[in-house]
């Protein structure tokens, strides 16, 4: 996850000098303290888990129509599946073997035919 937590406050950080905004600028403009801001951008605390504020720092940042990405890498950072996917019953049900296939474990046969059942009737 330390990765990941890099990986995000580097993609925050470039966003925010993109913009030519020093941390007090981009803090005061999203009303943010800025040592926290310092912090996830250094990788040493993950981002906010508040949609609404990723979504607000997206908008702030220039991110534009990718502000999805954005919001779908700071979960990532945070360690956790994003709520839209969560909401999905049929989604949640094809986890387990998104999951084991990371790990390069094979489902099973009747796994598959279940998994392509609800893939079909998505």
């Known amino acids: 996850m330390q990765k990941n937590l890099k990986q995000f406050g580097e993609t925050l950080k470039q966003f925010r000098i993109r913009k030519q905004l020093s941390l007090r600028d981009i803090c005061g403009m999203v009303d943010y303290d800025p040592s926290n801001w310092s912090k996830i951008e250094r990788g040493v605390i993950p981002p906010p888990a508040d949609e609404a504020i990723l979504k607000k720092w997206a908008q702030v940042l220039g991110v534009g129509h990718d502000w999805r990405r954005f919001v779908d890498d700071a979960k990532v950072a945070q360690g956790v599946i994003p709520q839209d996917i969560l909401s999905q019953s049929d ?23 279940t998994i392509l059942e609800l893939l079909k009737n998505a």
């Open 91 to 113: 989604m949640v049900k094809c986890l387990p073997a998104f999951f084991r296939t990371l790990r390069n474990k094979k489902p099973t046969r009747e796994y598959i035919k």
